[in-house]
């Protein structure tokens, strides 16, 4: 069984930047890409960026693209999403998969 705690939200004002972290125990294996969905209030969750552990592969949705980041760091079994330019649209609470598990989330807010 996997793991996953997040760290790294907050509150930050329109243009500002965050990063949040994702940290992977238990069964990791690295045949598993990890990503970051979002859920704002009243919506679905949706896919932000994933990263696959073996190639490196990047995955970004559109609406994050070219402001966001997705990173990784396989001796912590820990996966990074840099966000810059942060839009009042990017509140959401932000939460980790990897191998059919989810994080708890964490809360971004981004005030105009």
């Known amino acids: 069984q996997v793991q996953l705690v997040e760290s790294g939200g907050g509150l930050v004002q329109a243009g500002g930047s965050l990063r949040l972290s994702c940290a992977a125990s238990?069964?990791?294996?690295?045949?598993?890409?990890m990503g970051w969905f979002r859920q704002a209030p009243g919506k679905e969750r949706e896919f932000v960026a994933a990263i696959s552990w073996n190639s490196g592969r990047l995955y970004y949705a559109d609406s994050v693209k070219g402001r966001f980041t997705i990173s990784r760091d396989n001796a912590k079994n820990t996966v990074y999403l840099r966000m810059n330019s942060l839009k009042p649209e990017d509140t959401a609470v932000y939460y980790c998969?990897?191998?059919?598990?989810w994080g708890q989330g964490t809360q971004v807010t981004v005030s105009s």
């Open positions: 238990g069964r990791t294996s690295t045949g598993y890409a």
């Open positions: 998969k990897y191998a059919g598990a």
